[in-house]
């Protein structure tokens, strides 16, 4: 009973997943299921110690729910077994929760208002940058660079509003009516985060050129594109579109997304990779 419970307890912790593309594997999720699974005997064994006459089989479960309650806190705290690629596994459910909340909660003040929508961008954004790592890091190995920025000076305050951080910057959400300066009937074809989230790059044909719309910095920017119409580059920018199964080819997606990858890299030192959905209109 105590191990349905158990199983049961670890899946209803995955309802409140806005999407069932972030379903992954959690270890944290299992442990935390194990650790109140382990409560819930000690707890019902206690209402109910007449449950077995022998006081060996009492105190033996006393002692291994409270082995399976201490160990399973120990490893919730410690993350000890949580690496890479499980680190991200376990971040999306849980940036998924924040999407739902920040998406559906009734707000009226408008400071909240634009906070939830930030928080949905940044949730959708970092959702997609794990999907295409946990990918890349399987495929390709682990990245141990330690190159970093250079140290911070001091400056005026002119400067420091000034200054762009570059490594911050990533492909924001397209509103409609943004996508239609471009598109006057709307994109052919669009990248998006997830399945659900607004396009985060638009794609049509404008005097029979391929183009792209992108959003960086709170600016819309026009890329051109190259003779096989999945990699688009403006000056000092390159963005890549390939089908997240290795294959180079999105030629005949249809309105039903497919997995797909966006590679960004900008020449001011930005290179960023995110996992989404790609669709186009029949």
């Known amino acids: 009973m105590i191990a349905t419970s158990t199983v049961v307890m670890f899946i209803l912790m995955y309802l409140n997943t806005f999407l069932w593309t972030h379903i992954f594997w959690s270890e944290t999720r299992a442990y935390m299921a194990i650790l109140m699974g382990g409560v819930m005997a000690i707890i019902m064994l206690s209402f109910m110690l007449a449950m077995y006459s022998s006081k060996a089989i009492n105190a033996a479960i006393f002692i291994g729910a409270t082995v399976a309650v201490a160990g399973s806190l120990w490893l919730v705290r410690s993350q000890t077994t949580v690496g890479d690629t499980s680190y991200m596994r376990a971040m999306i459910p849980h940036h998924s929760i924040a999407i739902m909340t920040s998406g559906r909660a009734n707000i ?162 930005l290179s960023a990779g995110y996992r989404g959905f790609y669709s186009c209109k029949s």
């Open 108 to 269: 009226e003040d408008t400071r909240v208002r634009k906070l939830a929508d930030g928080i949905i961008f940044a949730q959708d954004k970092e959702i997609a940058e794990m999907r295409y790592l946990i990918n890349d890091i399987e495929a390709s190995g682990v990245t141990t660079d330690e190159s970093g920025d250079s140290p911070t000076q001091i400056v005026s305050l002119e400067e420091a509003l000034s200054t762009a951080k570059v490594a911050r910057v990533d492909a924001e959400f397209l509103k409609d009516e943004e996508i239609k300066q471009l598109f006057p009937d709307g994109a052919a074809c669009t990248f998006n985060y997830t399945t659900k989230s607004p396009a985060s790059l638009a794609i049509g044909n404008v005097d029979g050129a391929r183009v792209a719309l992108v959003k960086l910095s709170g600016d819309l920017v026009r890329l051109d594109a190259d003779a096989e119409g999945q990699t688009f580059m403006t000056d000092g920018a390159t963005m890549q579109l390939n089908a997240a199964d290795g294959s180079s080819s999105l030629e005949n997606v249809a309105e039903t997304p497919v997995d797909a990858t966006l590679l960004l890299e900008l020449d001011a030192g």
